[in-house]
C-alpha cells in the first residue's frame, strides 16, 4: 500500500469565515476556520473556538454572535483578525458593521453572505468549546444575488489549510451534488454503488 501515516493532528480543508460578537458595547472579530452547519431544522451552526479568546467572553456576554463569509478581497483584514486579539486591540473599526434582529450580534457590512446567530449552547471541550448557535436570518449582499441563492463563484470566499496555513480561493464547478455519483448506480433496482 503506497500510503504514509501522518498521524493524528491533521485537518481538512475549511472555509475561512469571521466570528463577530459584541462586547463591552463594541464589536470584535476573529477569524474562524473550525466551523460547521450542524442541524438541518432548526438550522444550527457549530464554532469551535479556544476558551482563552476574547470572543468566548462575548459570545457570553450577549448570547449571541455572527458567522460572516468574506471575499478573496479581504484576506489581509480577516488574517488581522486572526492575529491579534480583541483583548488588547480594538477590532471594531476595521469592517462596517451593521446589525439585525438580534440587536447585538454585529454584521460586516463588506462581507456578502453574513449569518446572524442565536446561541443554543456550548459543548467543552479540553482546550476548545463548541458553539452551537441557531442561525435566525441571513444577509446576502444584493450584487452577489444568481437565481435567489448566494453566487458562490462570485462571492470567492477563501478556503483554510492546516498545518501548512495556506489560504485559497474557490476554484471552478466540476460537478452537481447529488446527481454527478448516480452514473456509478448500478441499477434501478439495485442498492449498491460500484
Ligand atoms: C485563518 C484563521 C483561522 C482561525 N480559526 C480559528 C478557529 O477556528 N478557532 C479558534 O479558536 N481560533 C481560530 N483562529 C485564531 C483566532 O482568530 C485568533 O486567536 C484571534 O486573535 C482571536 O481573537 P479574539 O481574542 O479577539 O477573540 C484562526 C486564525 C486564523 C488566521
Keep these: 500500500m503506497g500510503k504514509i501515516k501522518l498521524g493524528s493532528n491533521v485537518f481538512i480543508p475549511m472555509p475561512v469565515t469571521l466570528l463577530g460578537i459584541k462586547i463591552d458595547g463594541k464589536a470584535n472579530f476573529m477569524a474562524l476556520g473550525w466551523v460547521s452547519r450542524l442541524n438541518a431544522s432548526p438550522p444550527l451552526i457549530g464554532a469551535a473556538i479556544n476558551k ?31 492575529l491579534v486579539s ?20 454585529p454584521l460586516i457590512e463588506e462581507c456578502p453572505l453574513s449569518l446572524e446567530c442565536k446561541l443554543v449552547d456550548i459543548y ?6 463548541l458553539i452551537i448557535g441557531e442561525i435566525v436570518e441571513t444577509y446576502l ?29 474557490l476554484g471552478e464547478n466540476v460537478g452537481k451534488a447529488w446527481d454527478v455519483g448516480k452514473e456509478l448506480k448500478l441499477g434501478e433496482d439495485e442498492s449498491e454503488y460500484v
Excluded: Q
Aim: with cysteine.
Design 52 to 82: 482563552y479568546h476574547y470572543s468566548s467572553e462575548g459570545i457570553r456576554e450577549n448570547e449571541t454572535f455572527s458567522i460572516n463569509i468574506p471575499s478573496e478581497n479581504l484576506i489581509k483584514e480577516t488574517d488581522y483578525c486572526g
Design 86 to 105: 480583541g483583548r488588547e486591540t480594538d477590532k471594531s473599526t476595521l469592517f462596517n458593521v451593521f446589525y439585525g434582529e438580534t440587536g447585538s450580534a
Design 124 to 129: 467543552e471541550m479540553p482546550s476548545n468549546e
Design 141 to 169: 449582499d444584493k450584487d452577489y444575488i444568481k437565481d435567489d441563492a448566494p453566487d458562490v463563484k462570485k462571492m470567492n470566499p477563501l478556503f483554510l489549510t492546516m498545518p501548512d496555513n495556506n489560504y485559497w480561493n
